[in-house]
């Protein structure tokens, strides 16, 4: 069993950041793709960003591209989404999400919901204007 643990969430103005992590256990990092995902109120819950599980690849949604970053630490066993000028349309949960990754070259990703398996508990993000 996989556990996550998202922490970094906030109030933050409009053009601000935030660093988001999420930490993992339970599992070999290495054997987890890991995923960003929100869901602001009364929204479905929509894709942000996913790494592969050694980190070589990575994939953002069009709404952040270019302004969010997803990286991961194998020595802490923690993914992370740096947030940079942020948008009053990014409020929402973010949460992580892990799903066992067996591809050997390492670089799929997961860019829908459907294919994770963890979930960490979410962390609130809200941008002012």
């Known amino acids: 069993q996989v556990q996550l643990v998202e922490s970094g969430g906030g109030l933050v103005q409009a053009g601000g950041s935030l660093r988001l992590s999420c930490a993992a256990s339970g599992r070999t990092f290495s054997s987890l793709a890991m995923g960003w995902f929100r869901q602001a109120p009364g929204k479905e819950r929509e894709f942000v960003a996913t790494i592969s599980r050694f980190g070589r690849t990575t994939y953002y949604a069009d709404s952040v591209k270019g302004r969010f970053t997803i990286s991961r630490d194998s020595a802490k066993n923690t993914v992370y989404l740096q947030m940079n000028t942020l948008k009053p349309e990014d409020t929402a949960v973010y949460s992580c999400?892990?799903?066992?990754?067996?591809?050997?070259?390492?670089?799929?990703?997961?860019?829908?919901?459907?294919?994770?398996?963890?979930w960490g508990q979410g962390t609130q993000v809200t941008v002012s204007s």
């Open positions: 999400a892990a799903v066992i990754s067996t591809d050997y070259s390492g670089g799929r990703l997961y860019t829908s919901a459907g294919p994770y398996n963890y």
